[in-house]
T-cell receptor, first 117, second 110 residues
Framework: DAGVIQSPRHEVTEMGQEVTLRCKPI?????LFWYRQTMMRGLELLIY????????DSGMPEDRFSAKMPNASFSTLKIQPSEPRDSAVYFC???????????????FGEGSRLTVL | QKEVEQDPGPLSVPEGAIVSLNCTYS??????FMWYRQYSRKGPELLMY????GNKEDGRFTAQVDKSSKYISLFIRDSQPSDSATYLC??????????FGSGTRLQVQP
């Protein structure tokens, strides 16, 4: 399995521009999570989906952030307009419902490093 | 106050040392406790998973949970340079979305 795939790996943009981050979860996983990591705040949950439905978006900082999951194999996180304080590494993770043989472990992608100038 | 507190380090130890990493938490609803390891410019990977209080051992790694004190620990025996990474504790109430500590950066010197 290829694991969780995120794109782009790096993005440098100017304040006010729209940013779209993409994620392909592991096939068969029914949970998808978006996290943001900064030195100051660590790893914070932004939103998560179960079976393509948003379950909890209370971590989304403000209306400039939106996330969608149109199907089981694709999700996007959009920031519009972007601001310098949005600079961070954004991680997508996926997991399957816990069963007898698994703990519901989160599998992370390699992250999208966003710099907003 | 954060739900999960973790000393950010950095922690520098010589090869072969015993390492102790710790987290405290405030939410008594946390039931599942994990340690993730994150190498530089990579995503976190699950290292240890425990449910309820007690100890769990896996090779050189031991995870300890003390629910009465709201305190969890990870011990690494015979530490190796390849253990150099950031270690994040993570906790779950059962809703499936993990709450992470800020991470402790560990450097094992050869």
């Amino acid at each position: 399995d290829a694991g969780v795939i995120q794109s782009p790996r790096h993005e440098v943009t100017e304040m006010g521009q729209e940013v779209t981050l993409r994620c392909k979860p592991i096939s068969g996983h029914d949970y998808l999570f978006w996290y943001r990591q900064t030195m100051m705040r660590g790893l914070e949950l932004l939103i998560y989906f179960n079976n393509n439905v948003p379950i909890d978006d209370s971590g989304m900082p403000e209306d400039r952030f939106s996330a969608k999951m149109p199907n089981a194999s694709f999700s996007t996180l959009k920031i519009q307009p972007s601001e310098p304080r949005d600079s961070a590494v954004y991680f997508c993770a996926s997991s399957s419902s816990p069963g007898l043989l698994n703990t519901g472990e989160l599998f992370f992608g390699e992250g999208s490093r966003l710099t907003v100038l | 106050q954060k739900e999960v507190e973790q000393d950010p380090g950095p922690l520098s130890v010589p090869e072969g040392a015993i390492v102790s990493l710790n987290c405290t938490y405030s939410n008594s609803a946390f039931q599942y406790f994990m340690w993730y390891r994150q190498y530089s410019r990579k995503g976190p990977e699950l290292l240890m998973y425990t449910y309820s209080s007690g100890n769990k051992e896996d090779g050189r790694f031991t995870a300890q949970v003390d629910k009465s004190s709201k305190y969890i620990s990870l011990f690494i025996r015979d530490s190796q340079p390849s253990d150099s990474a950031t270690y994040l504790c993570a906790m779950d109430t059962g809703r499936r979305a993990l709450t992470f500590g800020s991470g402790t950066r560990l450097q094992v010197q050869p």
